[in-house]
């Protein structure tokens, strides 16, 4: 039994194959990028080497058929409709979606009409949810929201304090992002408490190229920091993050700044680029060490956000067993989360630098004994925990 789980974005897509027959393992990984381009590229992961083909790809179609071709080359698969199901991951599934979800004509169709939610995002994943279905019929395919994990959010959190009217007509409201990965988060942090997921208070931070947090109560989100869309919260790769809703009013007014101008700005300019022109958090402490003036100003306004959320989380959970670091920057930056705990030590966060400095995979607790806090790092798998909700509902 196998279960194909995929990620598919507008120009790429990522794909995990599992094996499900006796718990949840991964056969192999790949990938195809530049789709609709003059050449793009298909790669496919072993356990230690890859294989890349180079190829025009159409579409999605083709693009899943050359995967097919590669799959079957090495053993791994023949055909789509020998798979006992297809994950698909979905960005937003606005209010309606709050588990995962089988997909039938009525659920497209409810996808379809949260477009406007996400138009970058959801007509891509929808893409990879039809082409599978043509090319395998039969196999359930099942959709996973990035925003369900946060659909606990009471209204208090999730409502912007916009004109009622507006709001209930438009679906103005806080959705949250990062689902699949504070989920996992969540539950590998409870396995390192040695609790039931539902006993776990959490603070759970996702830092990639996008960031976000969660306050995780008794289980579940009761806030998260990216809202309407995932522009919100904190400082990101190329994103700002919270901002005055003025200054966009102001660049309107006096810059003559339309909707696409300032969708570029807030989507592709801000965030660390914008700060120190890089969004790649490597070279900012590269260029820290040495240093430069603007990159430490990145680093501390990155930082000093992160830090600004977590005592916000800390008021309003009530307690907190952990706080959790994952992303490409969580994971991989000791120095990230030492400066964060550190900054935070009169709040009971204590890290172990020994330990800090020694994480590398899995899911390690890295704080002192000393820490009222608990500090985990933990190196998050979103497909994993799309398998894992897939196999609930095959
Ligand atoms: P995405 O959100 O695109 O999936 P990732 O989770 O891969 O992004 O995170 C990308 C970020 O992680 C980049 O800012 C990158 O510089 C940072 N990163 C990756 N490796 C390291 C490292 N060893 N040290 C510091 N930052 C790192």
Redesign the pocket.
Known sequence: MKLFVLNSGSSSLKYTLYDIRDGIRKIVWGMVERIGEKEGRVTLFHALEKEVILAHIKDHHNALKLVLRQLDKYGYLKSFSDLAGCAHRVVHGGAKFTAPTLIDREVLEAIEELIPLAPLHNPANLEGIKTLMKLSPTTPQIALFDTAFHQSMPEVAYRYALPEAMSLELDIRRYGFHGLSHHYLRDETAKLLSKAPRQCNLITLHL???ASVAAIKAGKSIDTSMGFTPLEGLVM?TRPGDLDAGILLYLMQSKGMDAAALDQLLNHESGLKGLCHT?????I?ERKAQGDVKATLAFEIFCYRIQKYIGAYLAILGGVDAVVFA???GE??AE?RERICTQMSHLGLVIDEVKNRAFTKGAQMVHSPQSKIKIAVVQTDEALQMARESVKIL
């Open positions: 990639g190229n996008g790769g969004n790649d958090m490597r070279e402490l992303g490409g920057i991989h930056s990230v």
